[in-house]
């Protein structure tokens, strides 16, 4: 998978977690360990979807932290910042990361926007929120367990107790994906339980 995440990440090496943290900073750190072992089988996966993550780690160590770290963040404007210059905005509100994408309503829809207090925009981002509030964590944690299914199907689909661990992480029964994993390596454990929590988010704080 070429997946390019700009999330938090987490390198194993066989059945061992070898760091977590920013996609540079895991990528330096897998840089150094297939130096130092070409032949280490290293996988590294997205701290929110579990997803195995392909990091490019060609070139320089700077070129990667780079390459991987975010438009407008620190590290691509190092120089900049220490010249004291400001460093150039991008389009759209950075403050508040909103993103474009399209959207696929039908006629009336629009219609009804369009007569809402600060237009579309702002009317469906309440929309969301809303349903967002009222959904009582459903989403977050269907979320959570296919990131915990994601890893655990990488990382043990050959072990024992995968099958059981697997429909009890679907029925939301911690004691029980702990009893099935109990022969897992610790470290396999403690990232599957940590993924199957999902990620806080501060917006739904009370």
Request: glycine share 8%; hydrophobic share 40%; with cysteine.
């Amino acid at each position: 998978m070429s997946d390019h995440s700009p999330r938090p990440c987490t390198a194993f090496r066989d059945a061992t977690r070898i760091v977590s943290g920013s996609p540079p900073r895991v990528a330096l750190a897998v840089k150094a360990a297939l130096s130092a072992d070409p032949t280490a089988a290293i996988l590294v996966f997205d701290d929110e979807t579990g997803k195995v993550v392909d990091l490019d780690l060609r070139g320089s160590d700077d070129e990667i932290v780079a390459r991987l770290s975010p438009p407008g963040s620190e590290p691509a404007n190092a120089e900049l910042l220490a010249s004291g210059e400001e460093a150039p905005r991008g389009r759209g509100r950075p403050k508040l990361g909103v993103v474009a994408r399209e959207v696929t309503l039908l006629p009336r829809h629009w219609d009804w926007l369009a007569l809402q207090p600060g237009g579309a925009s702002q009317a469906l981002r309440r929309l969301v929120d809303k349903a967002r509030r009222n959904d009582g964590g459903r989403s977050r944690n269907r979320a959570a367990q296919a990131a915990a299914y994601a890893f655990i199907s990488a990382m043990a689909g050959d072990r024992e107790g995968f099958e059981e661990a697997s429909r009890a992480l679907f029925a939301n029964d911690s004691t029980g994906f702990a009893l099935h994993s109990r022969s897992w390596p610790a470290d396999i454990r403690a990232y599957a339980e940590k993924l199957m929590t999902g990620p806080t988010d501060p917006e739904l704080q009370p």
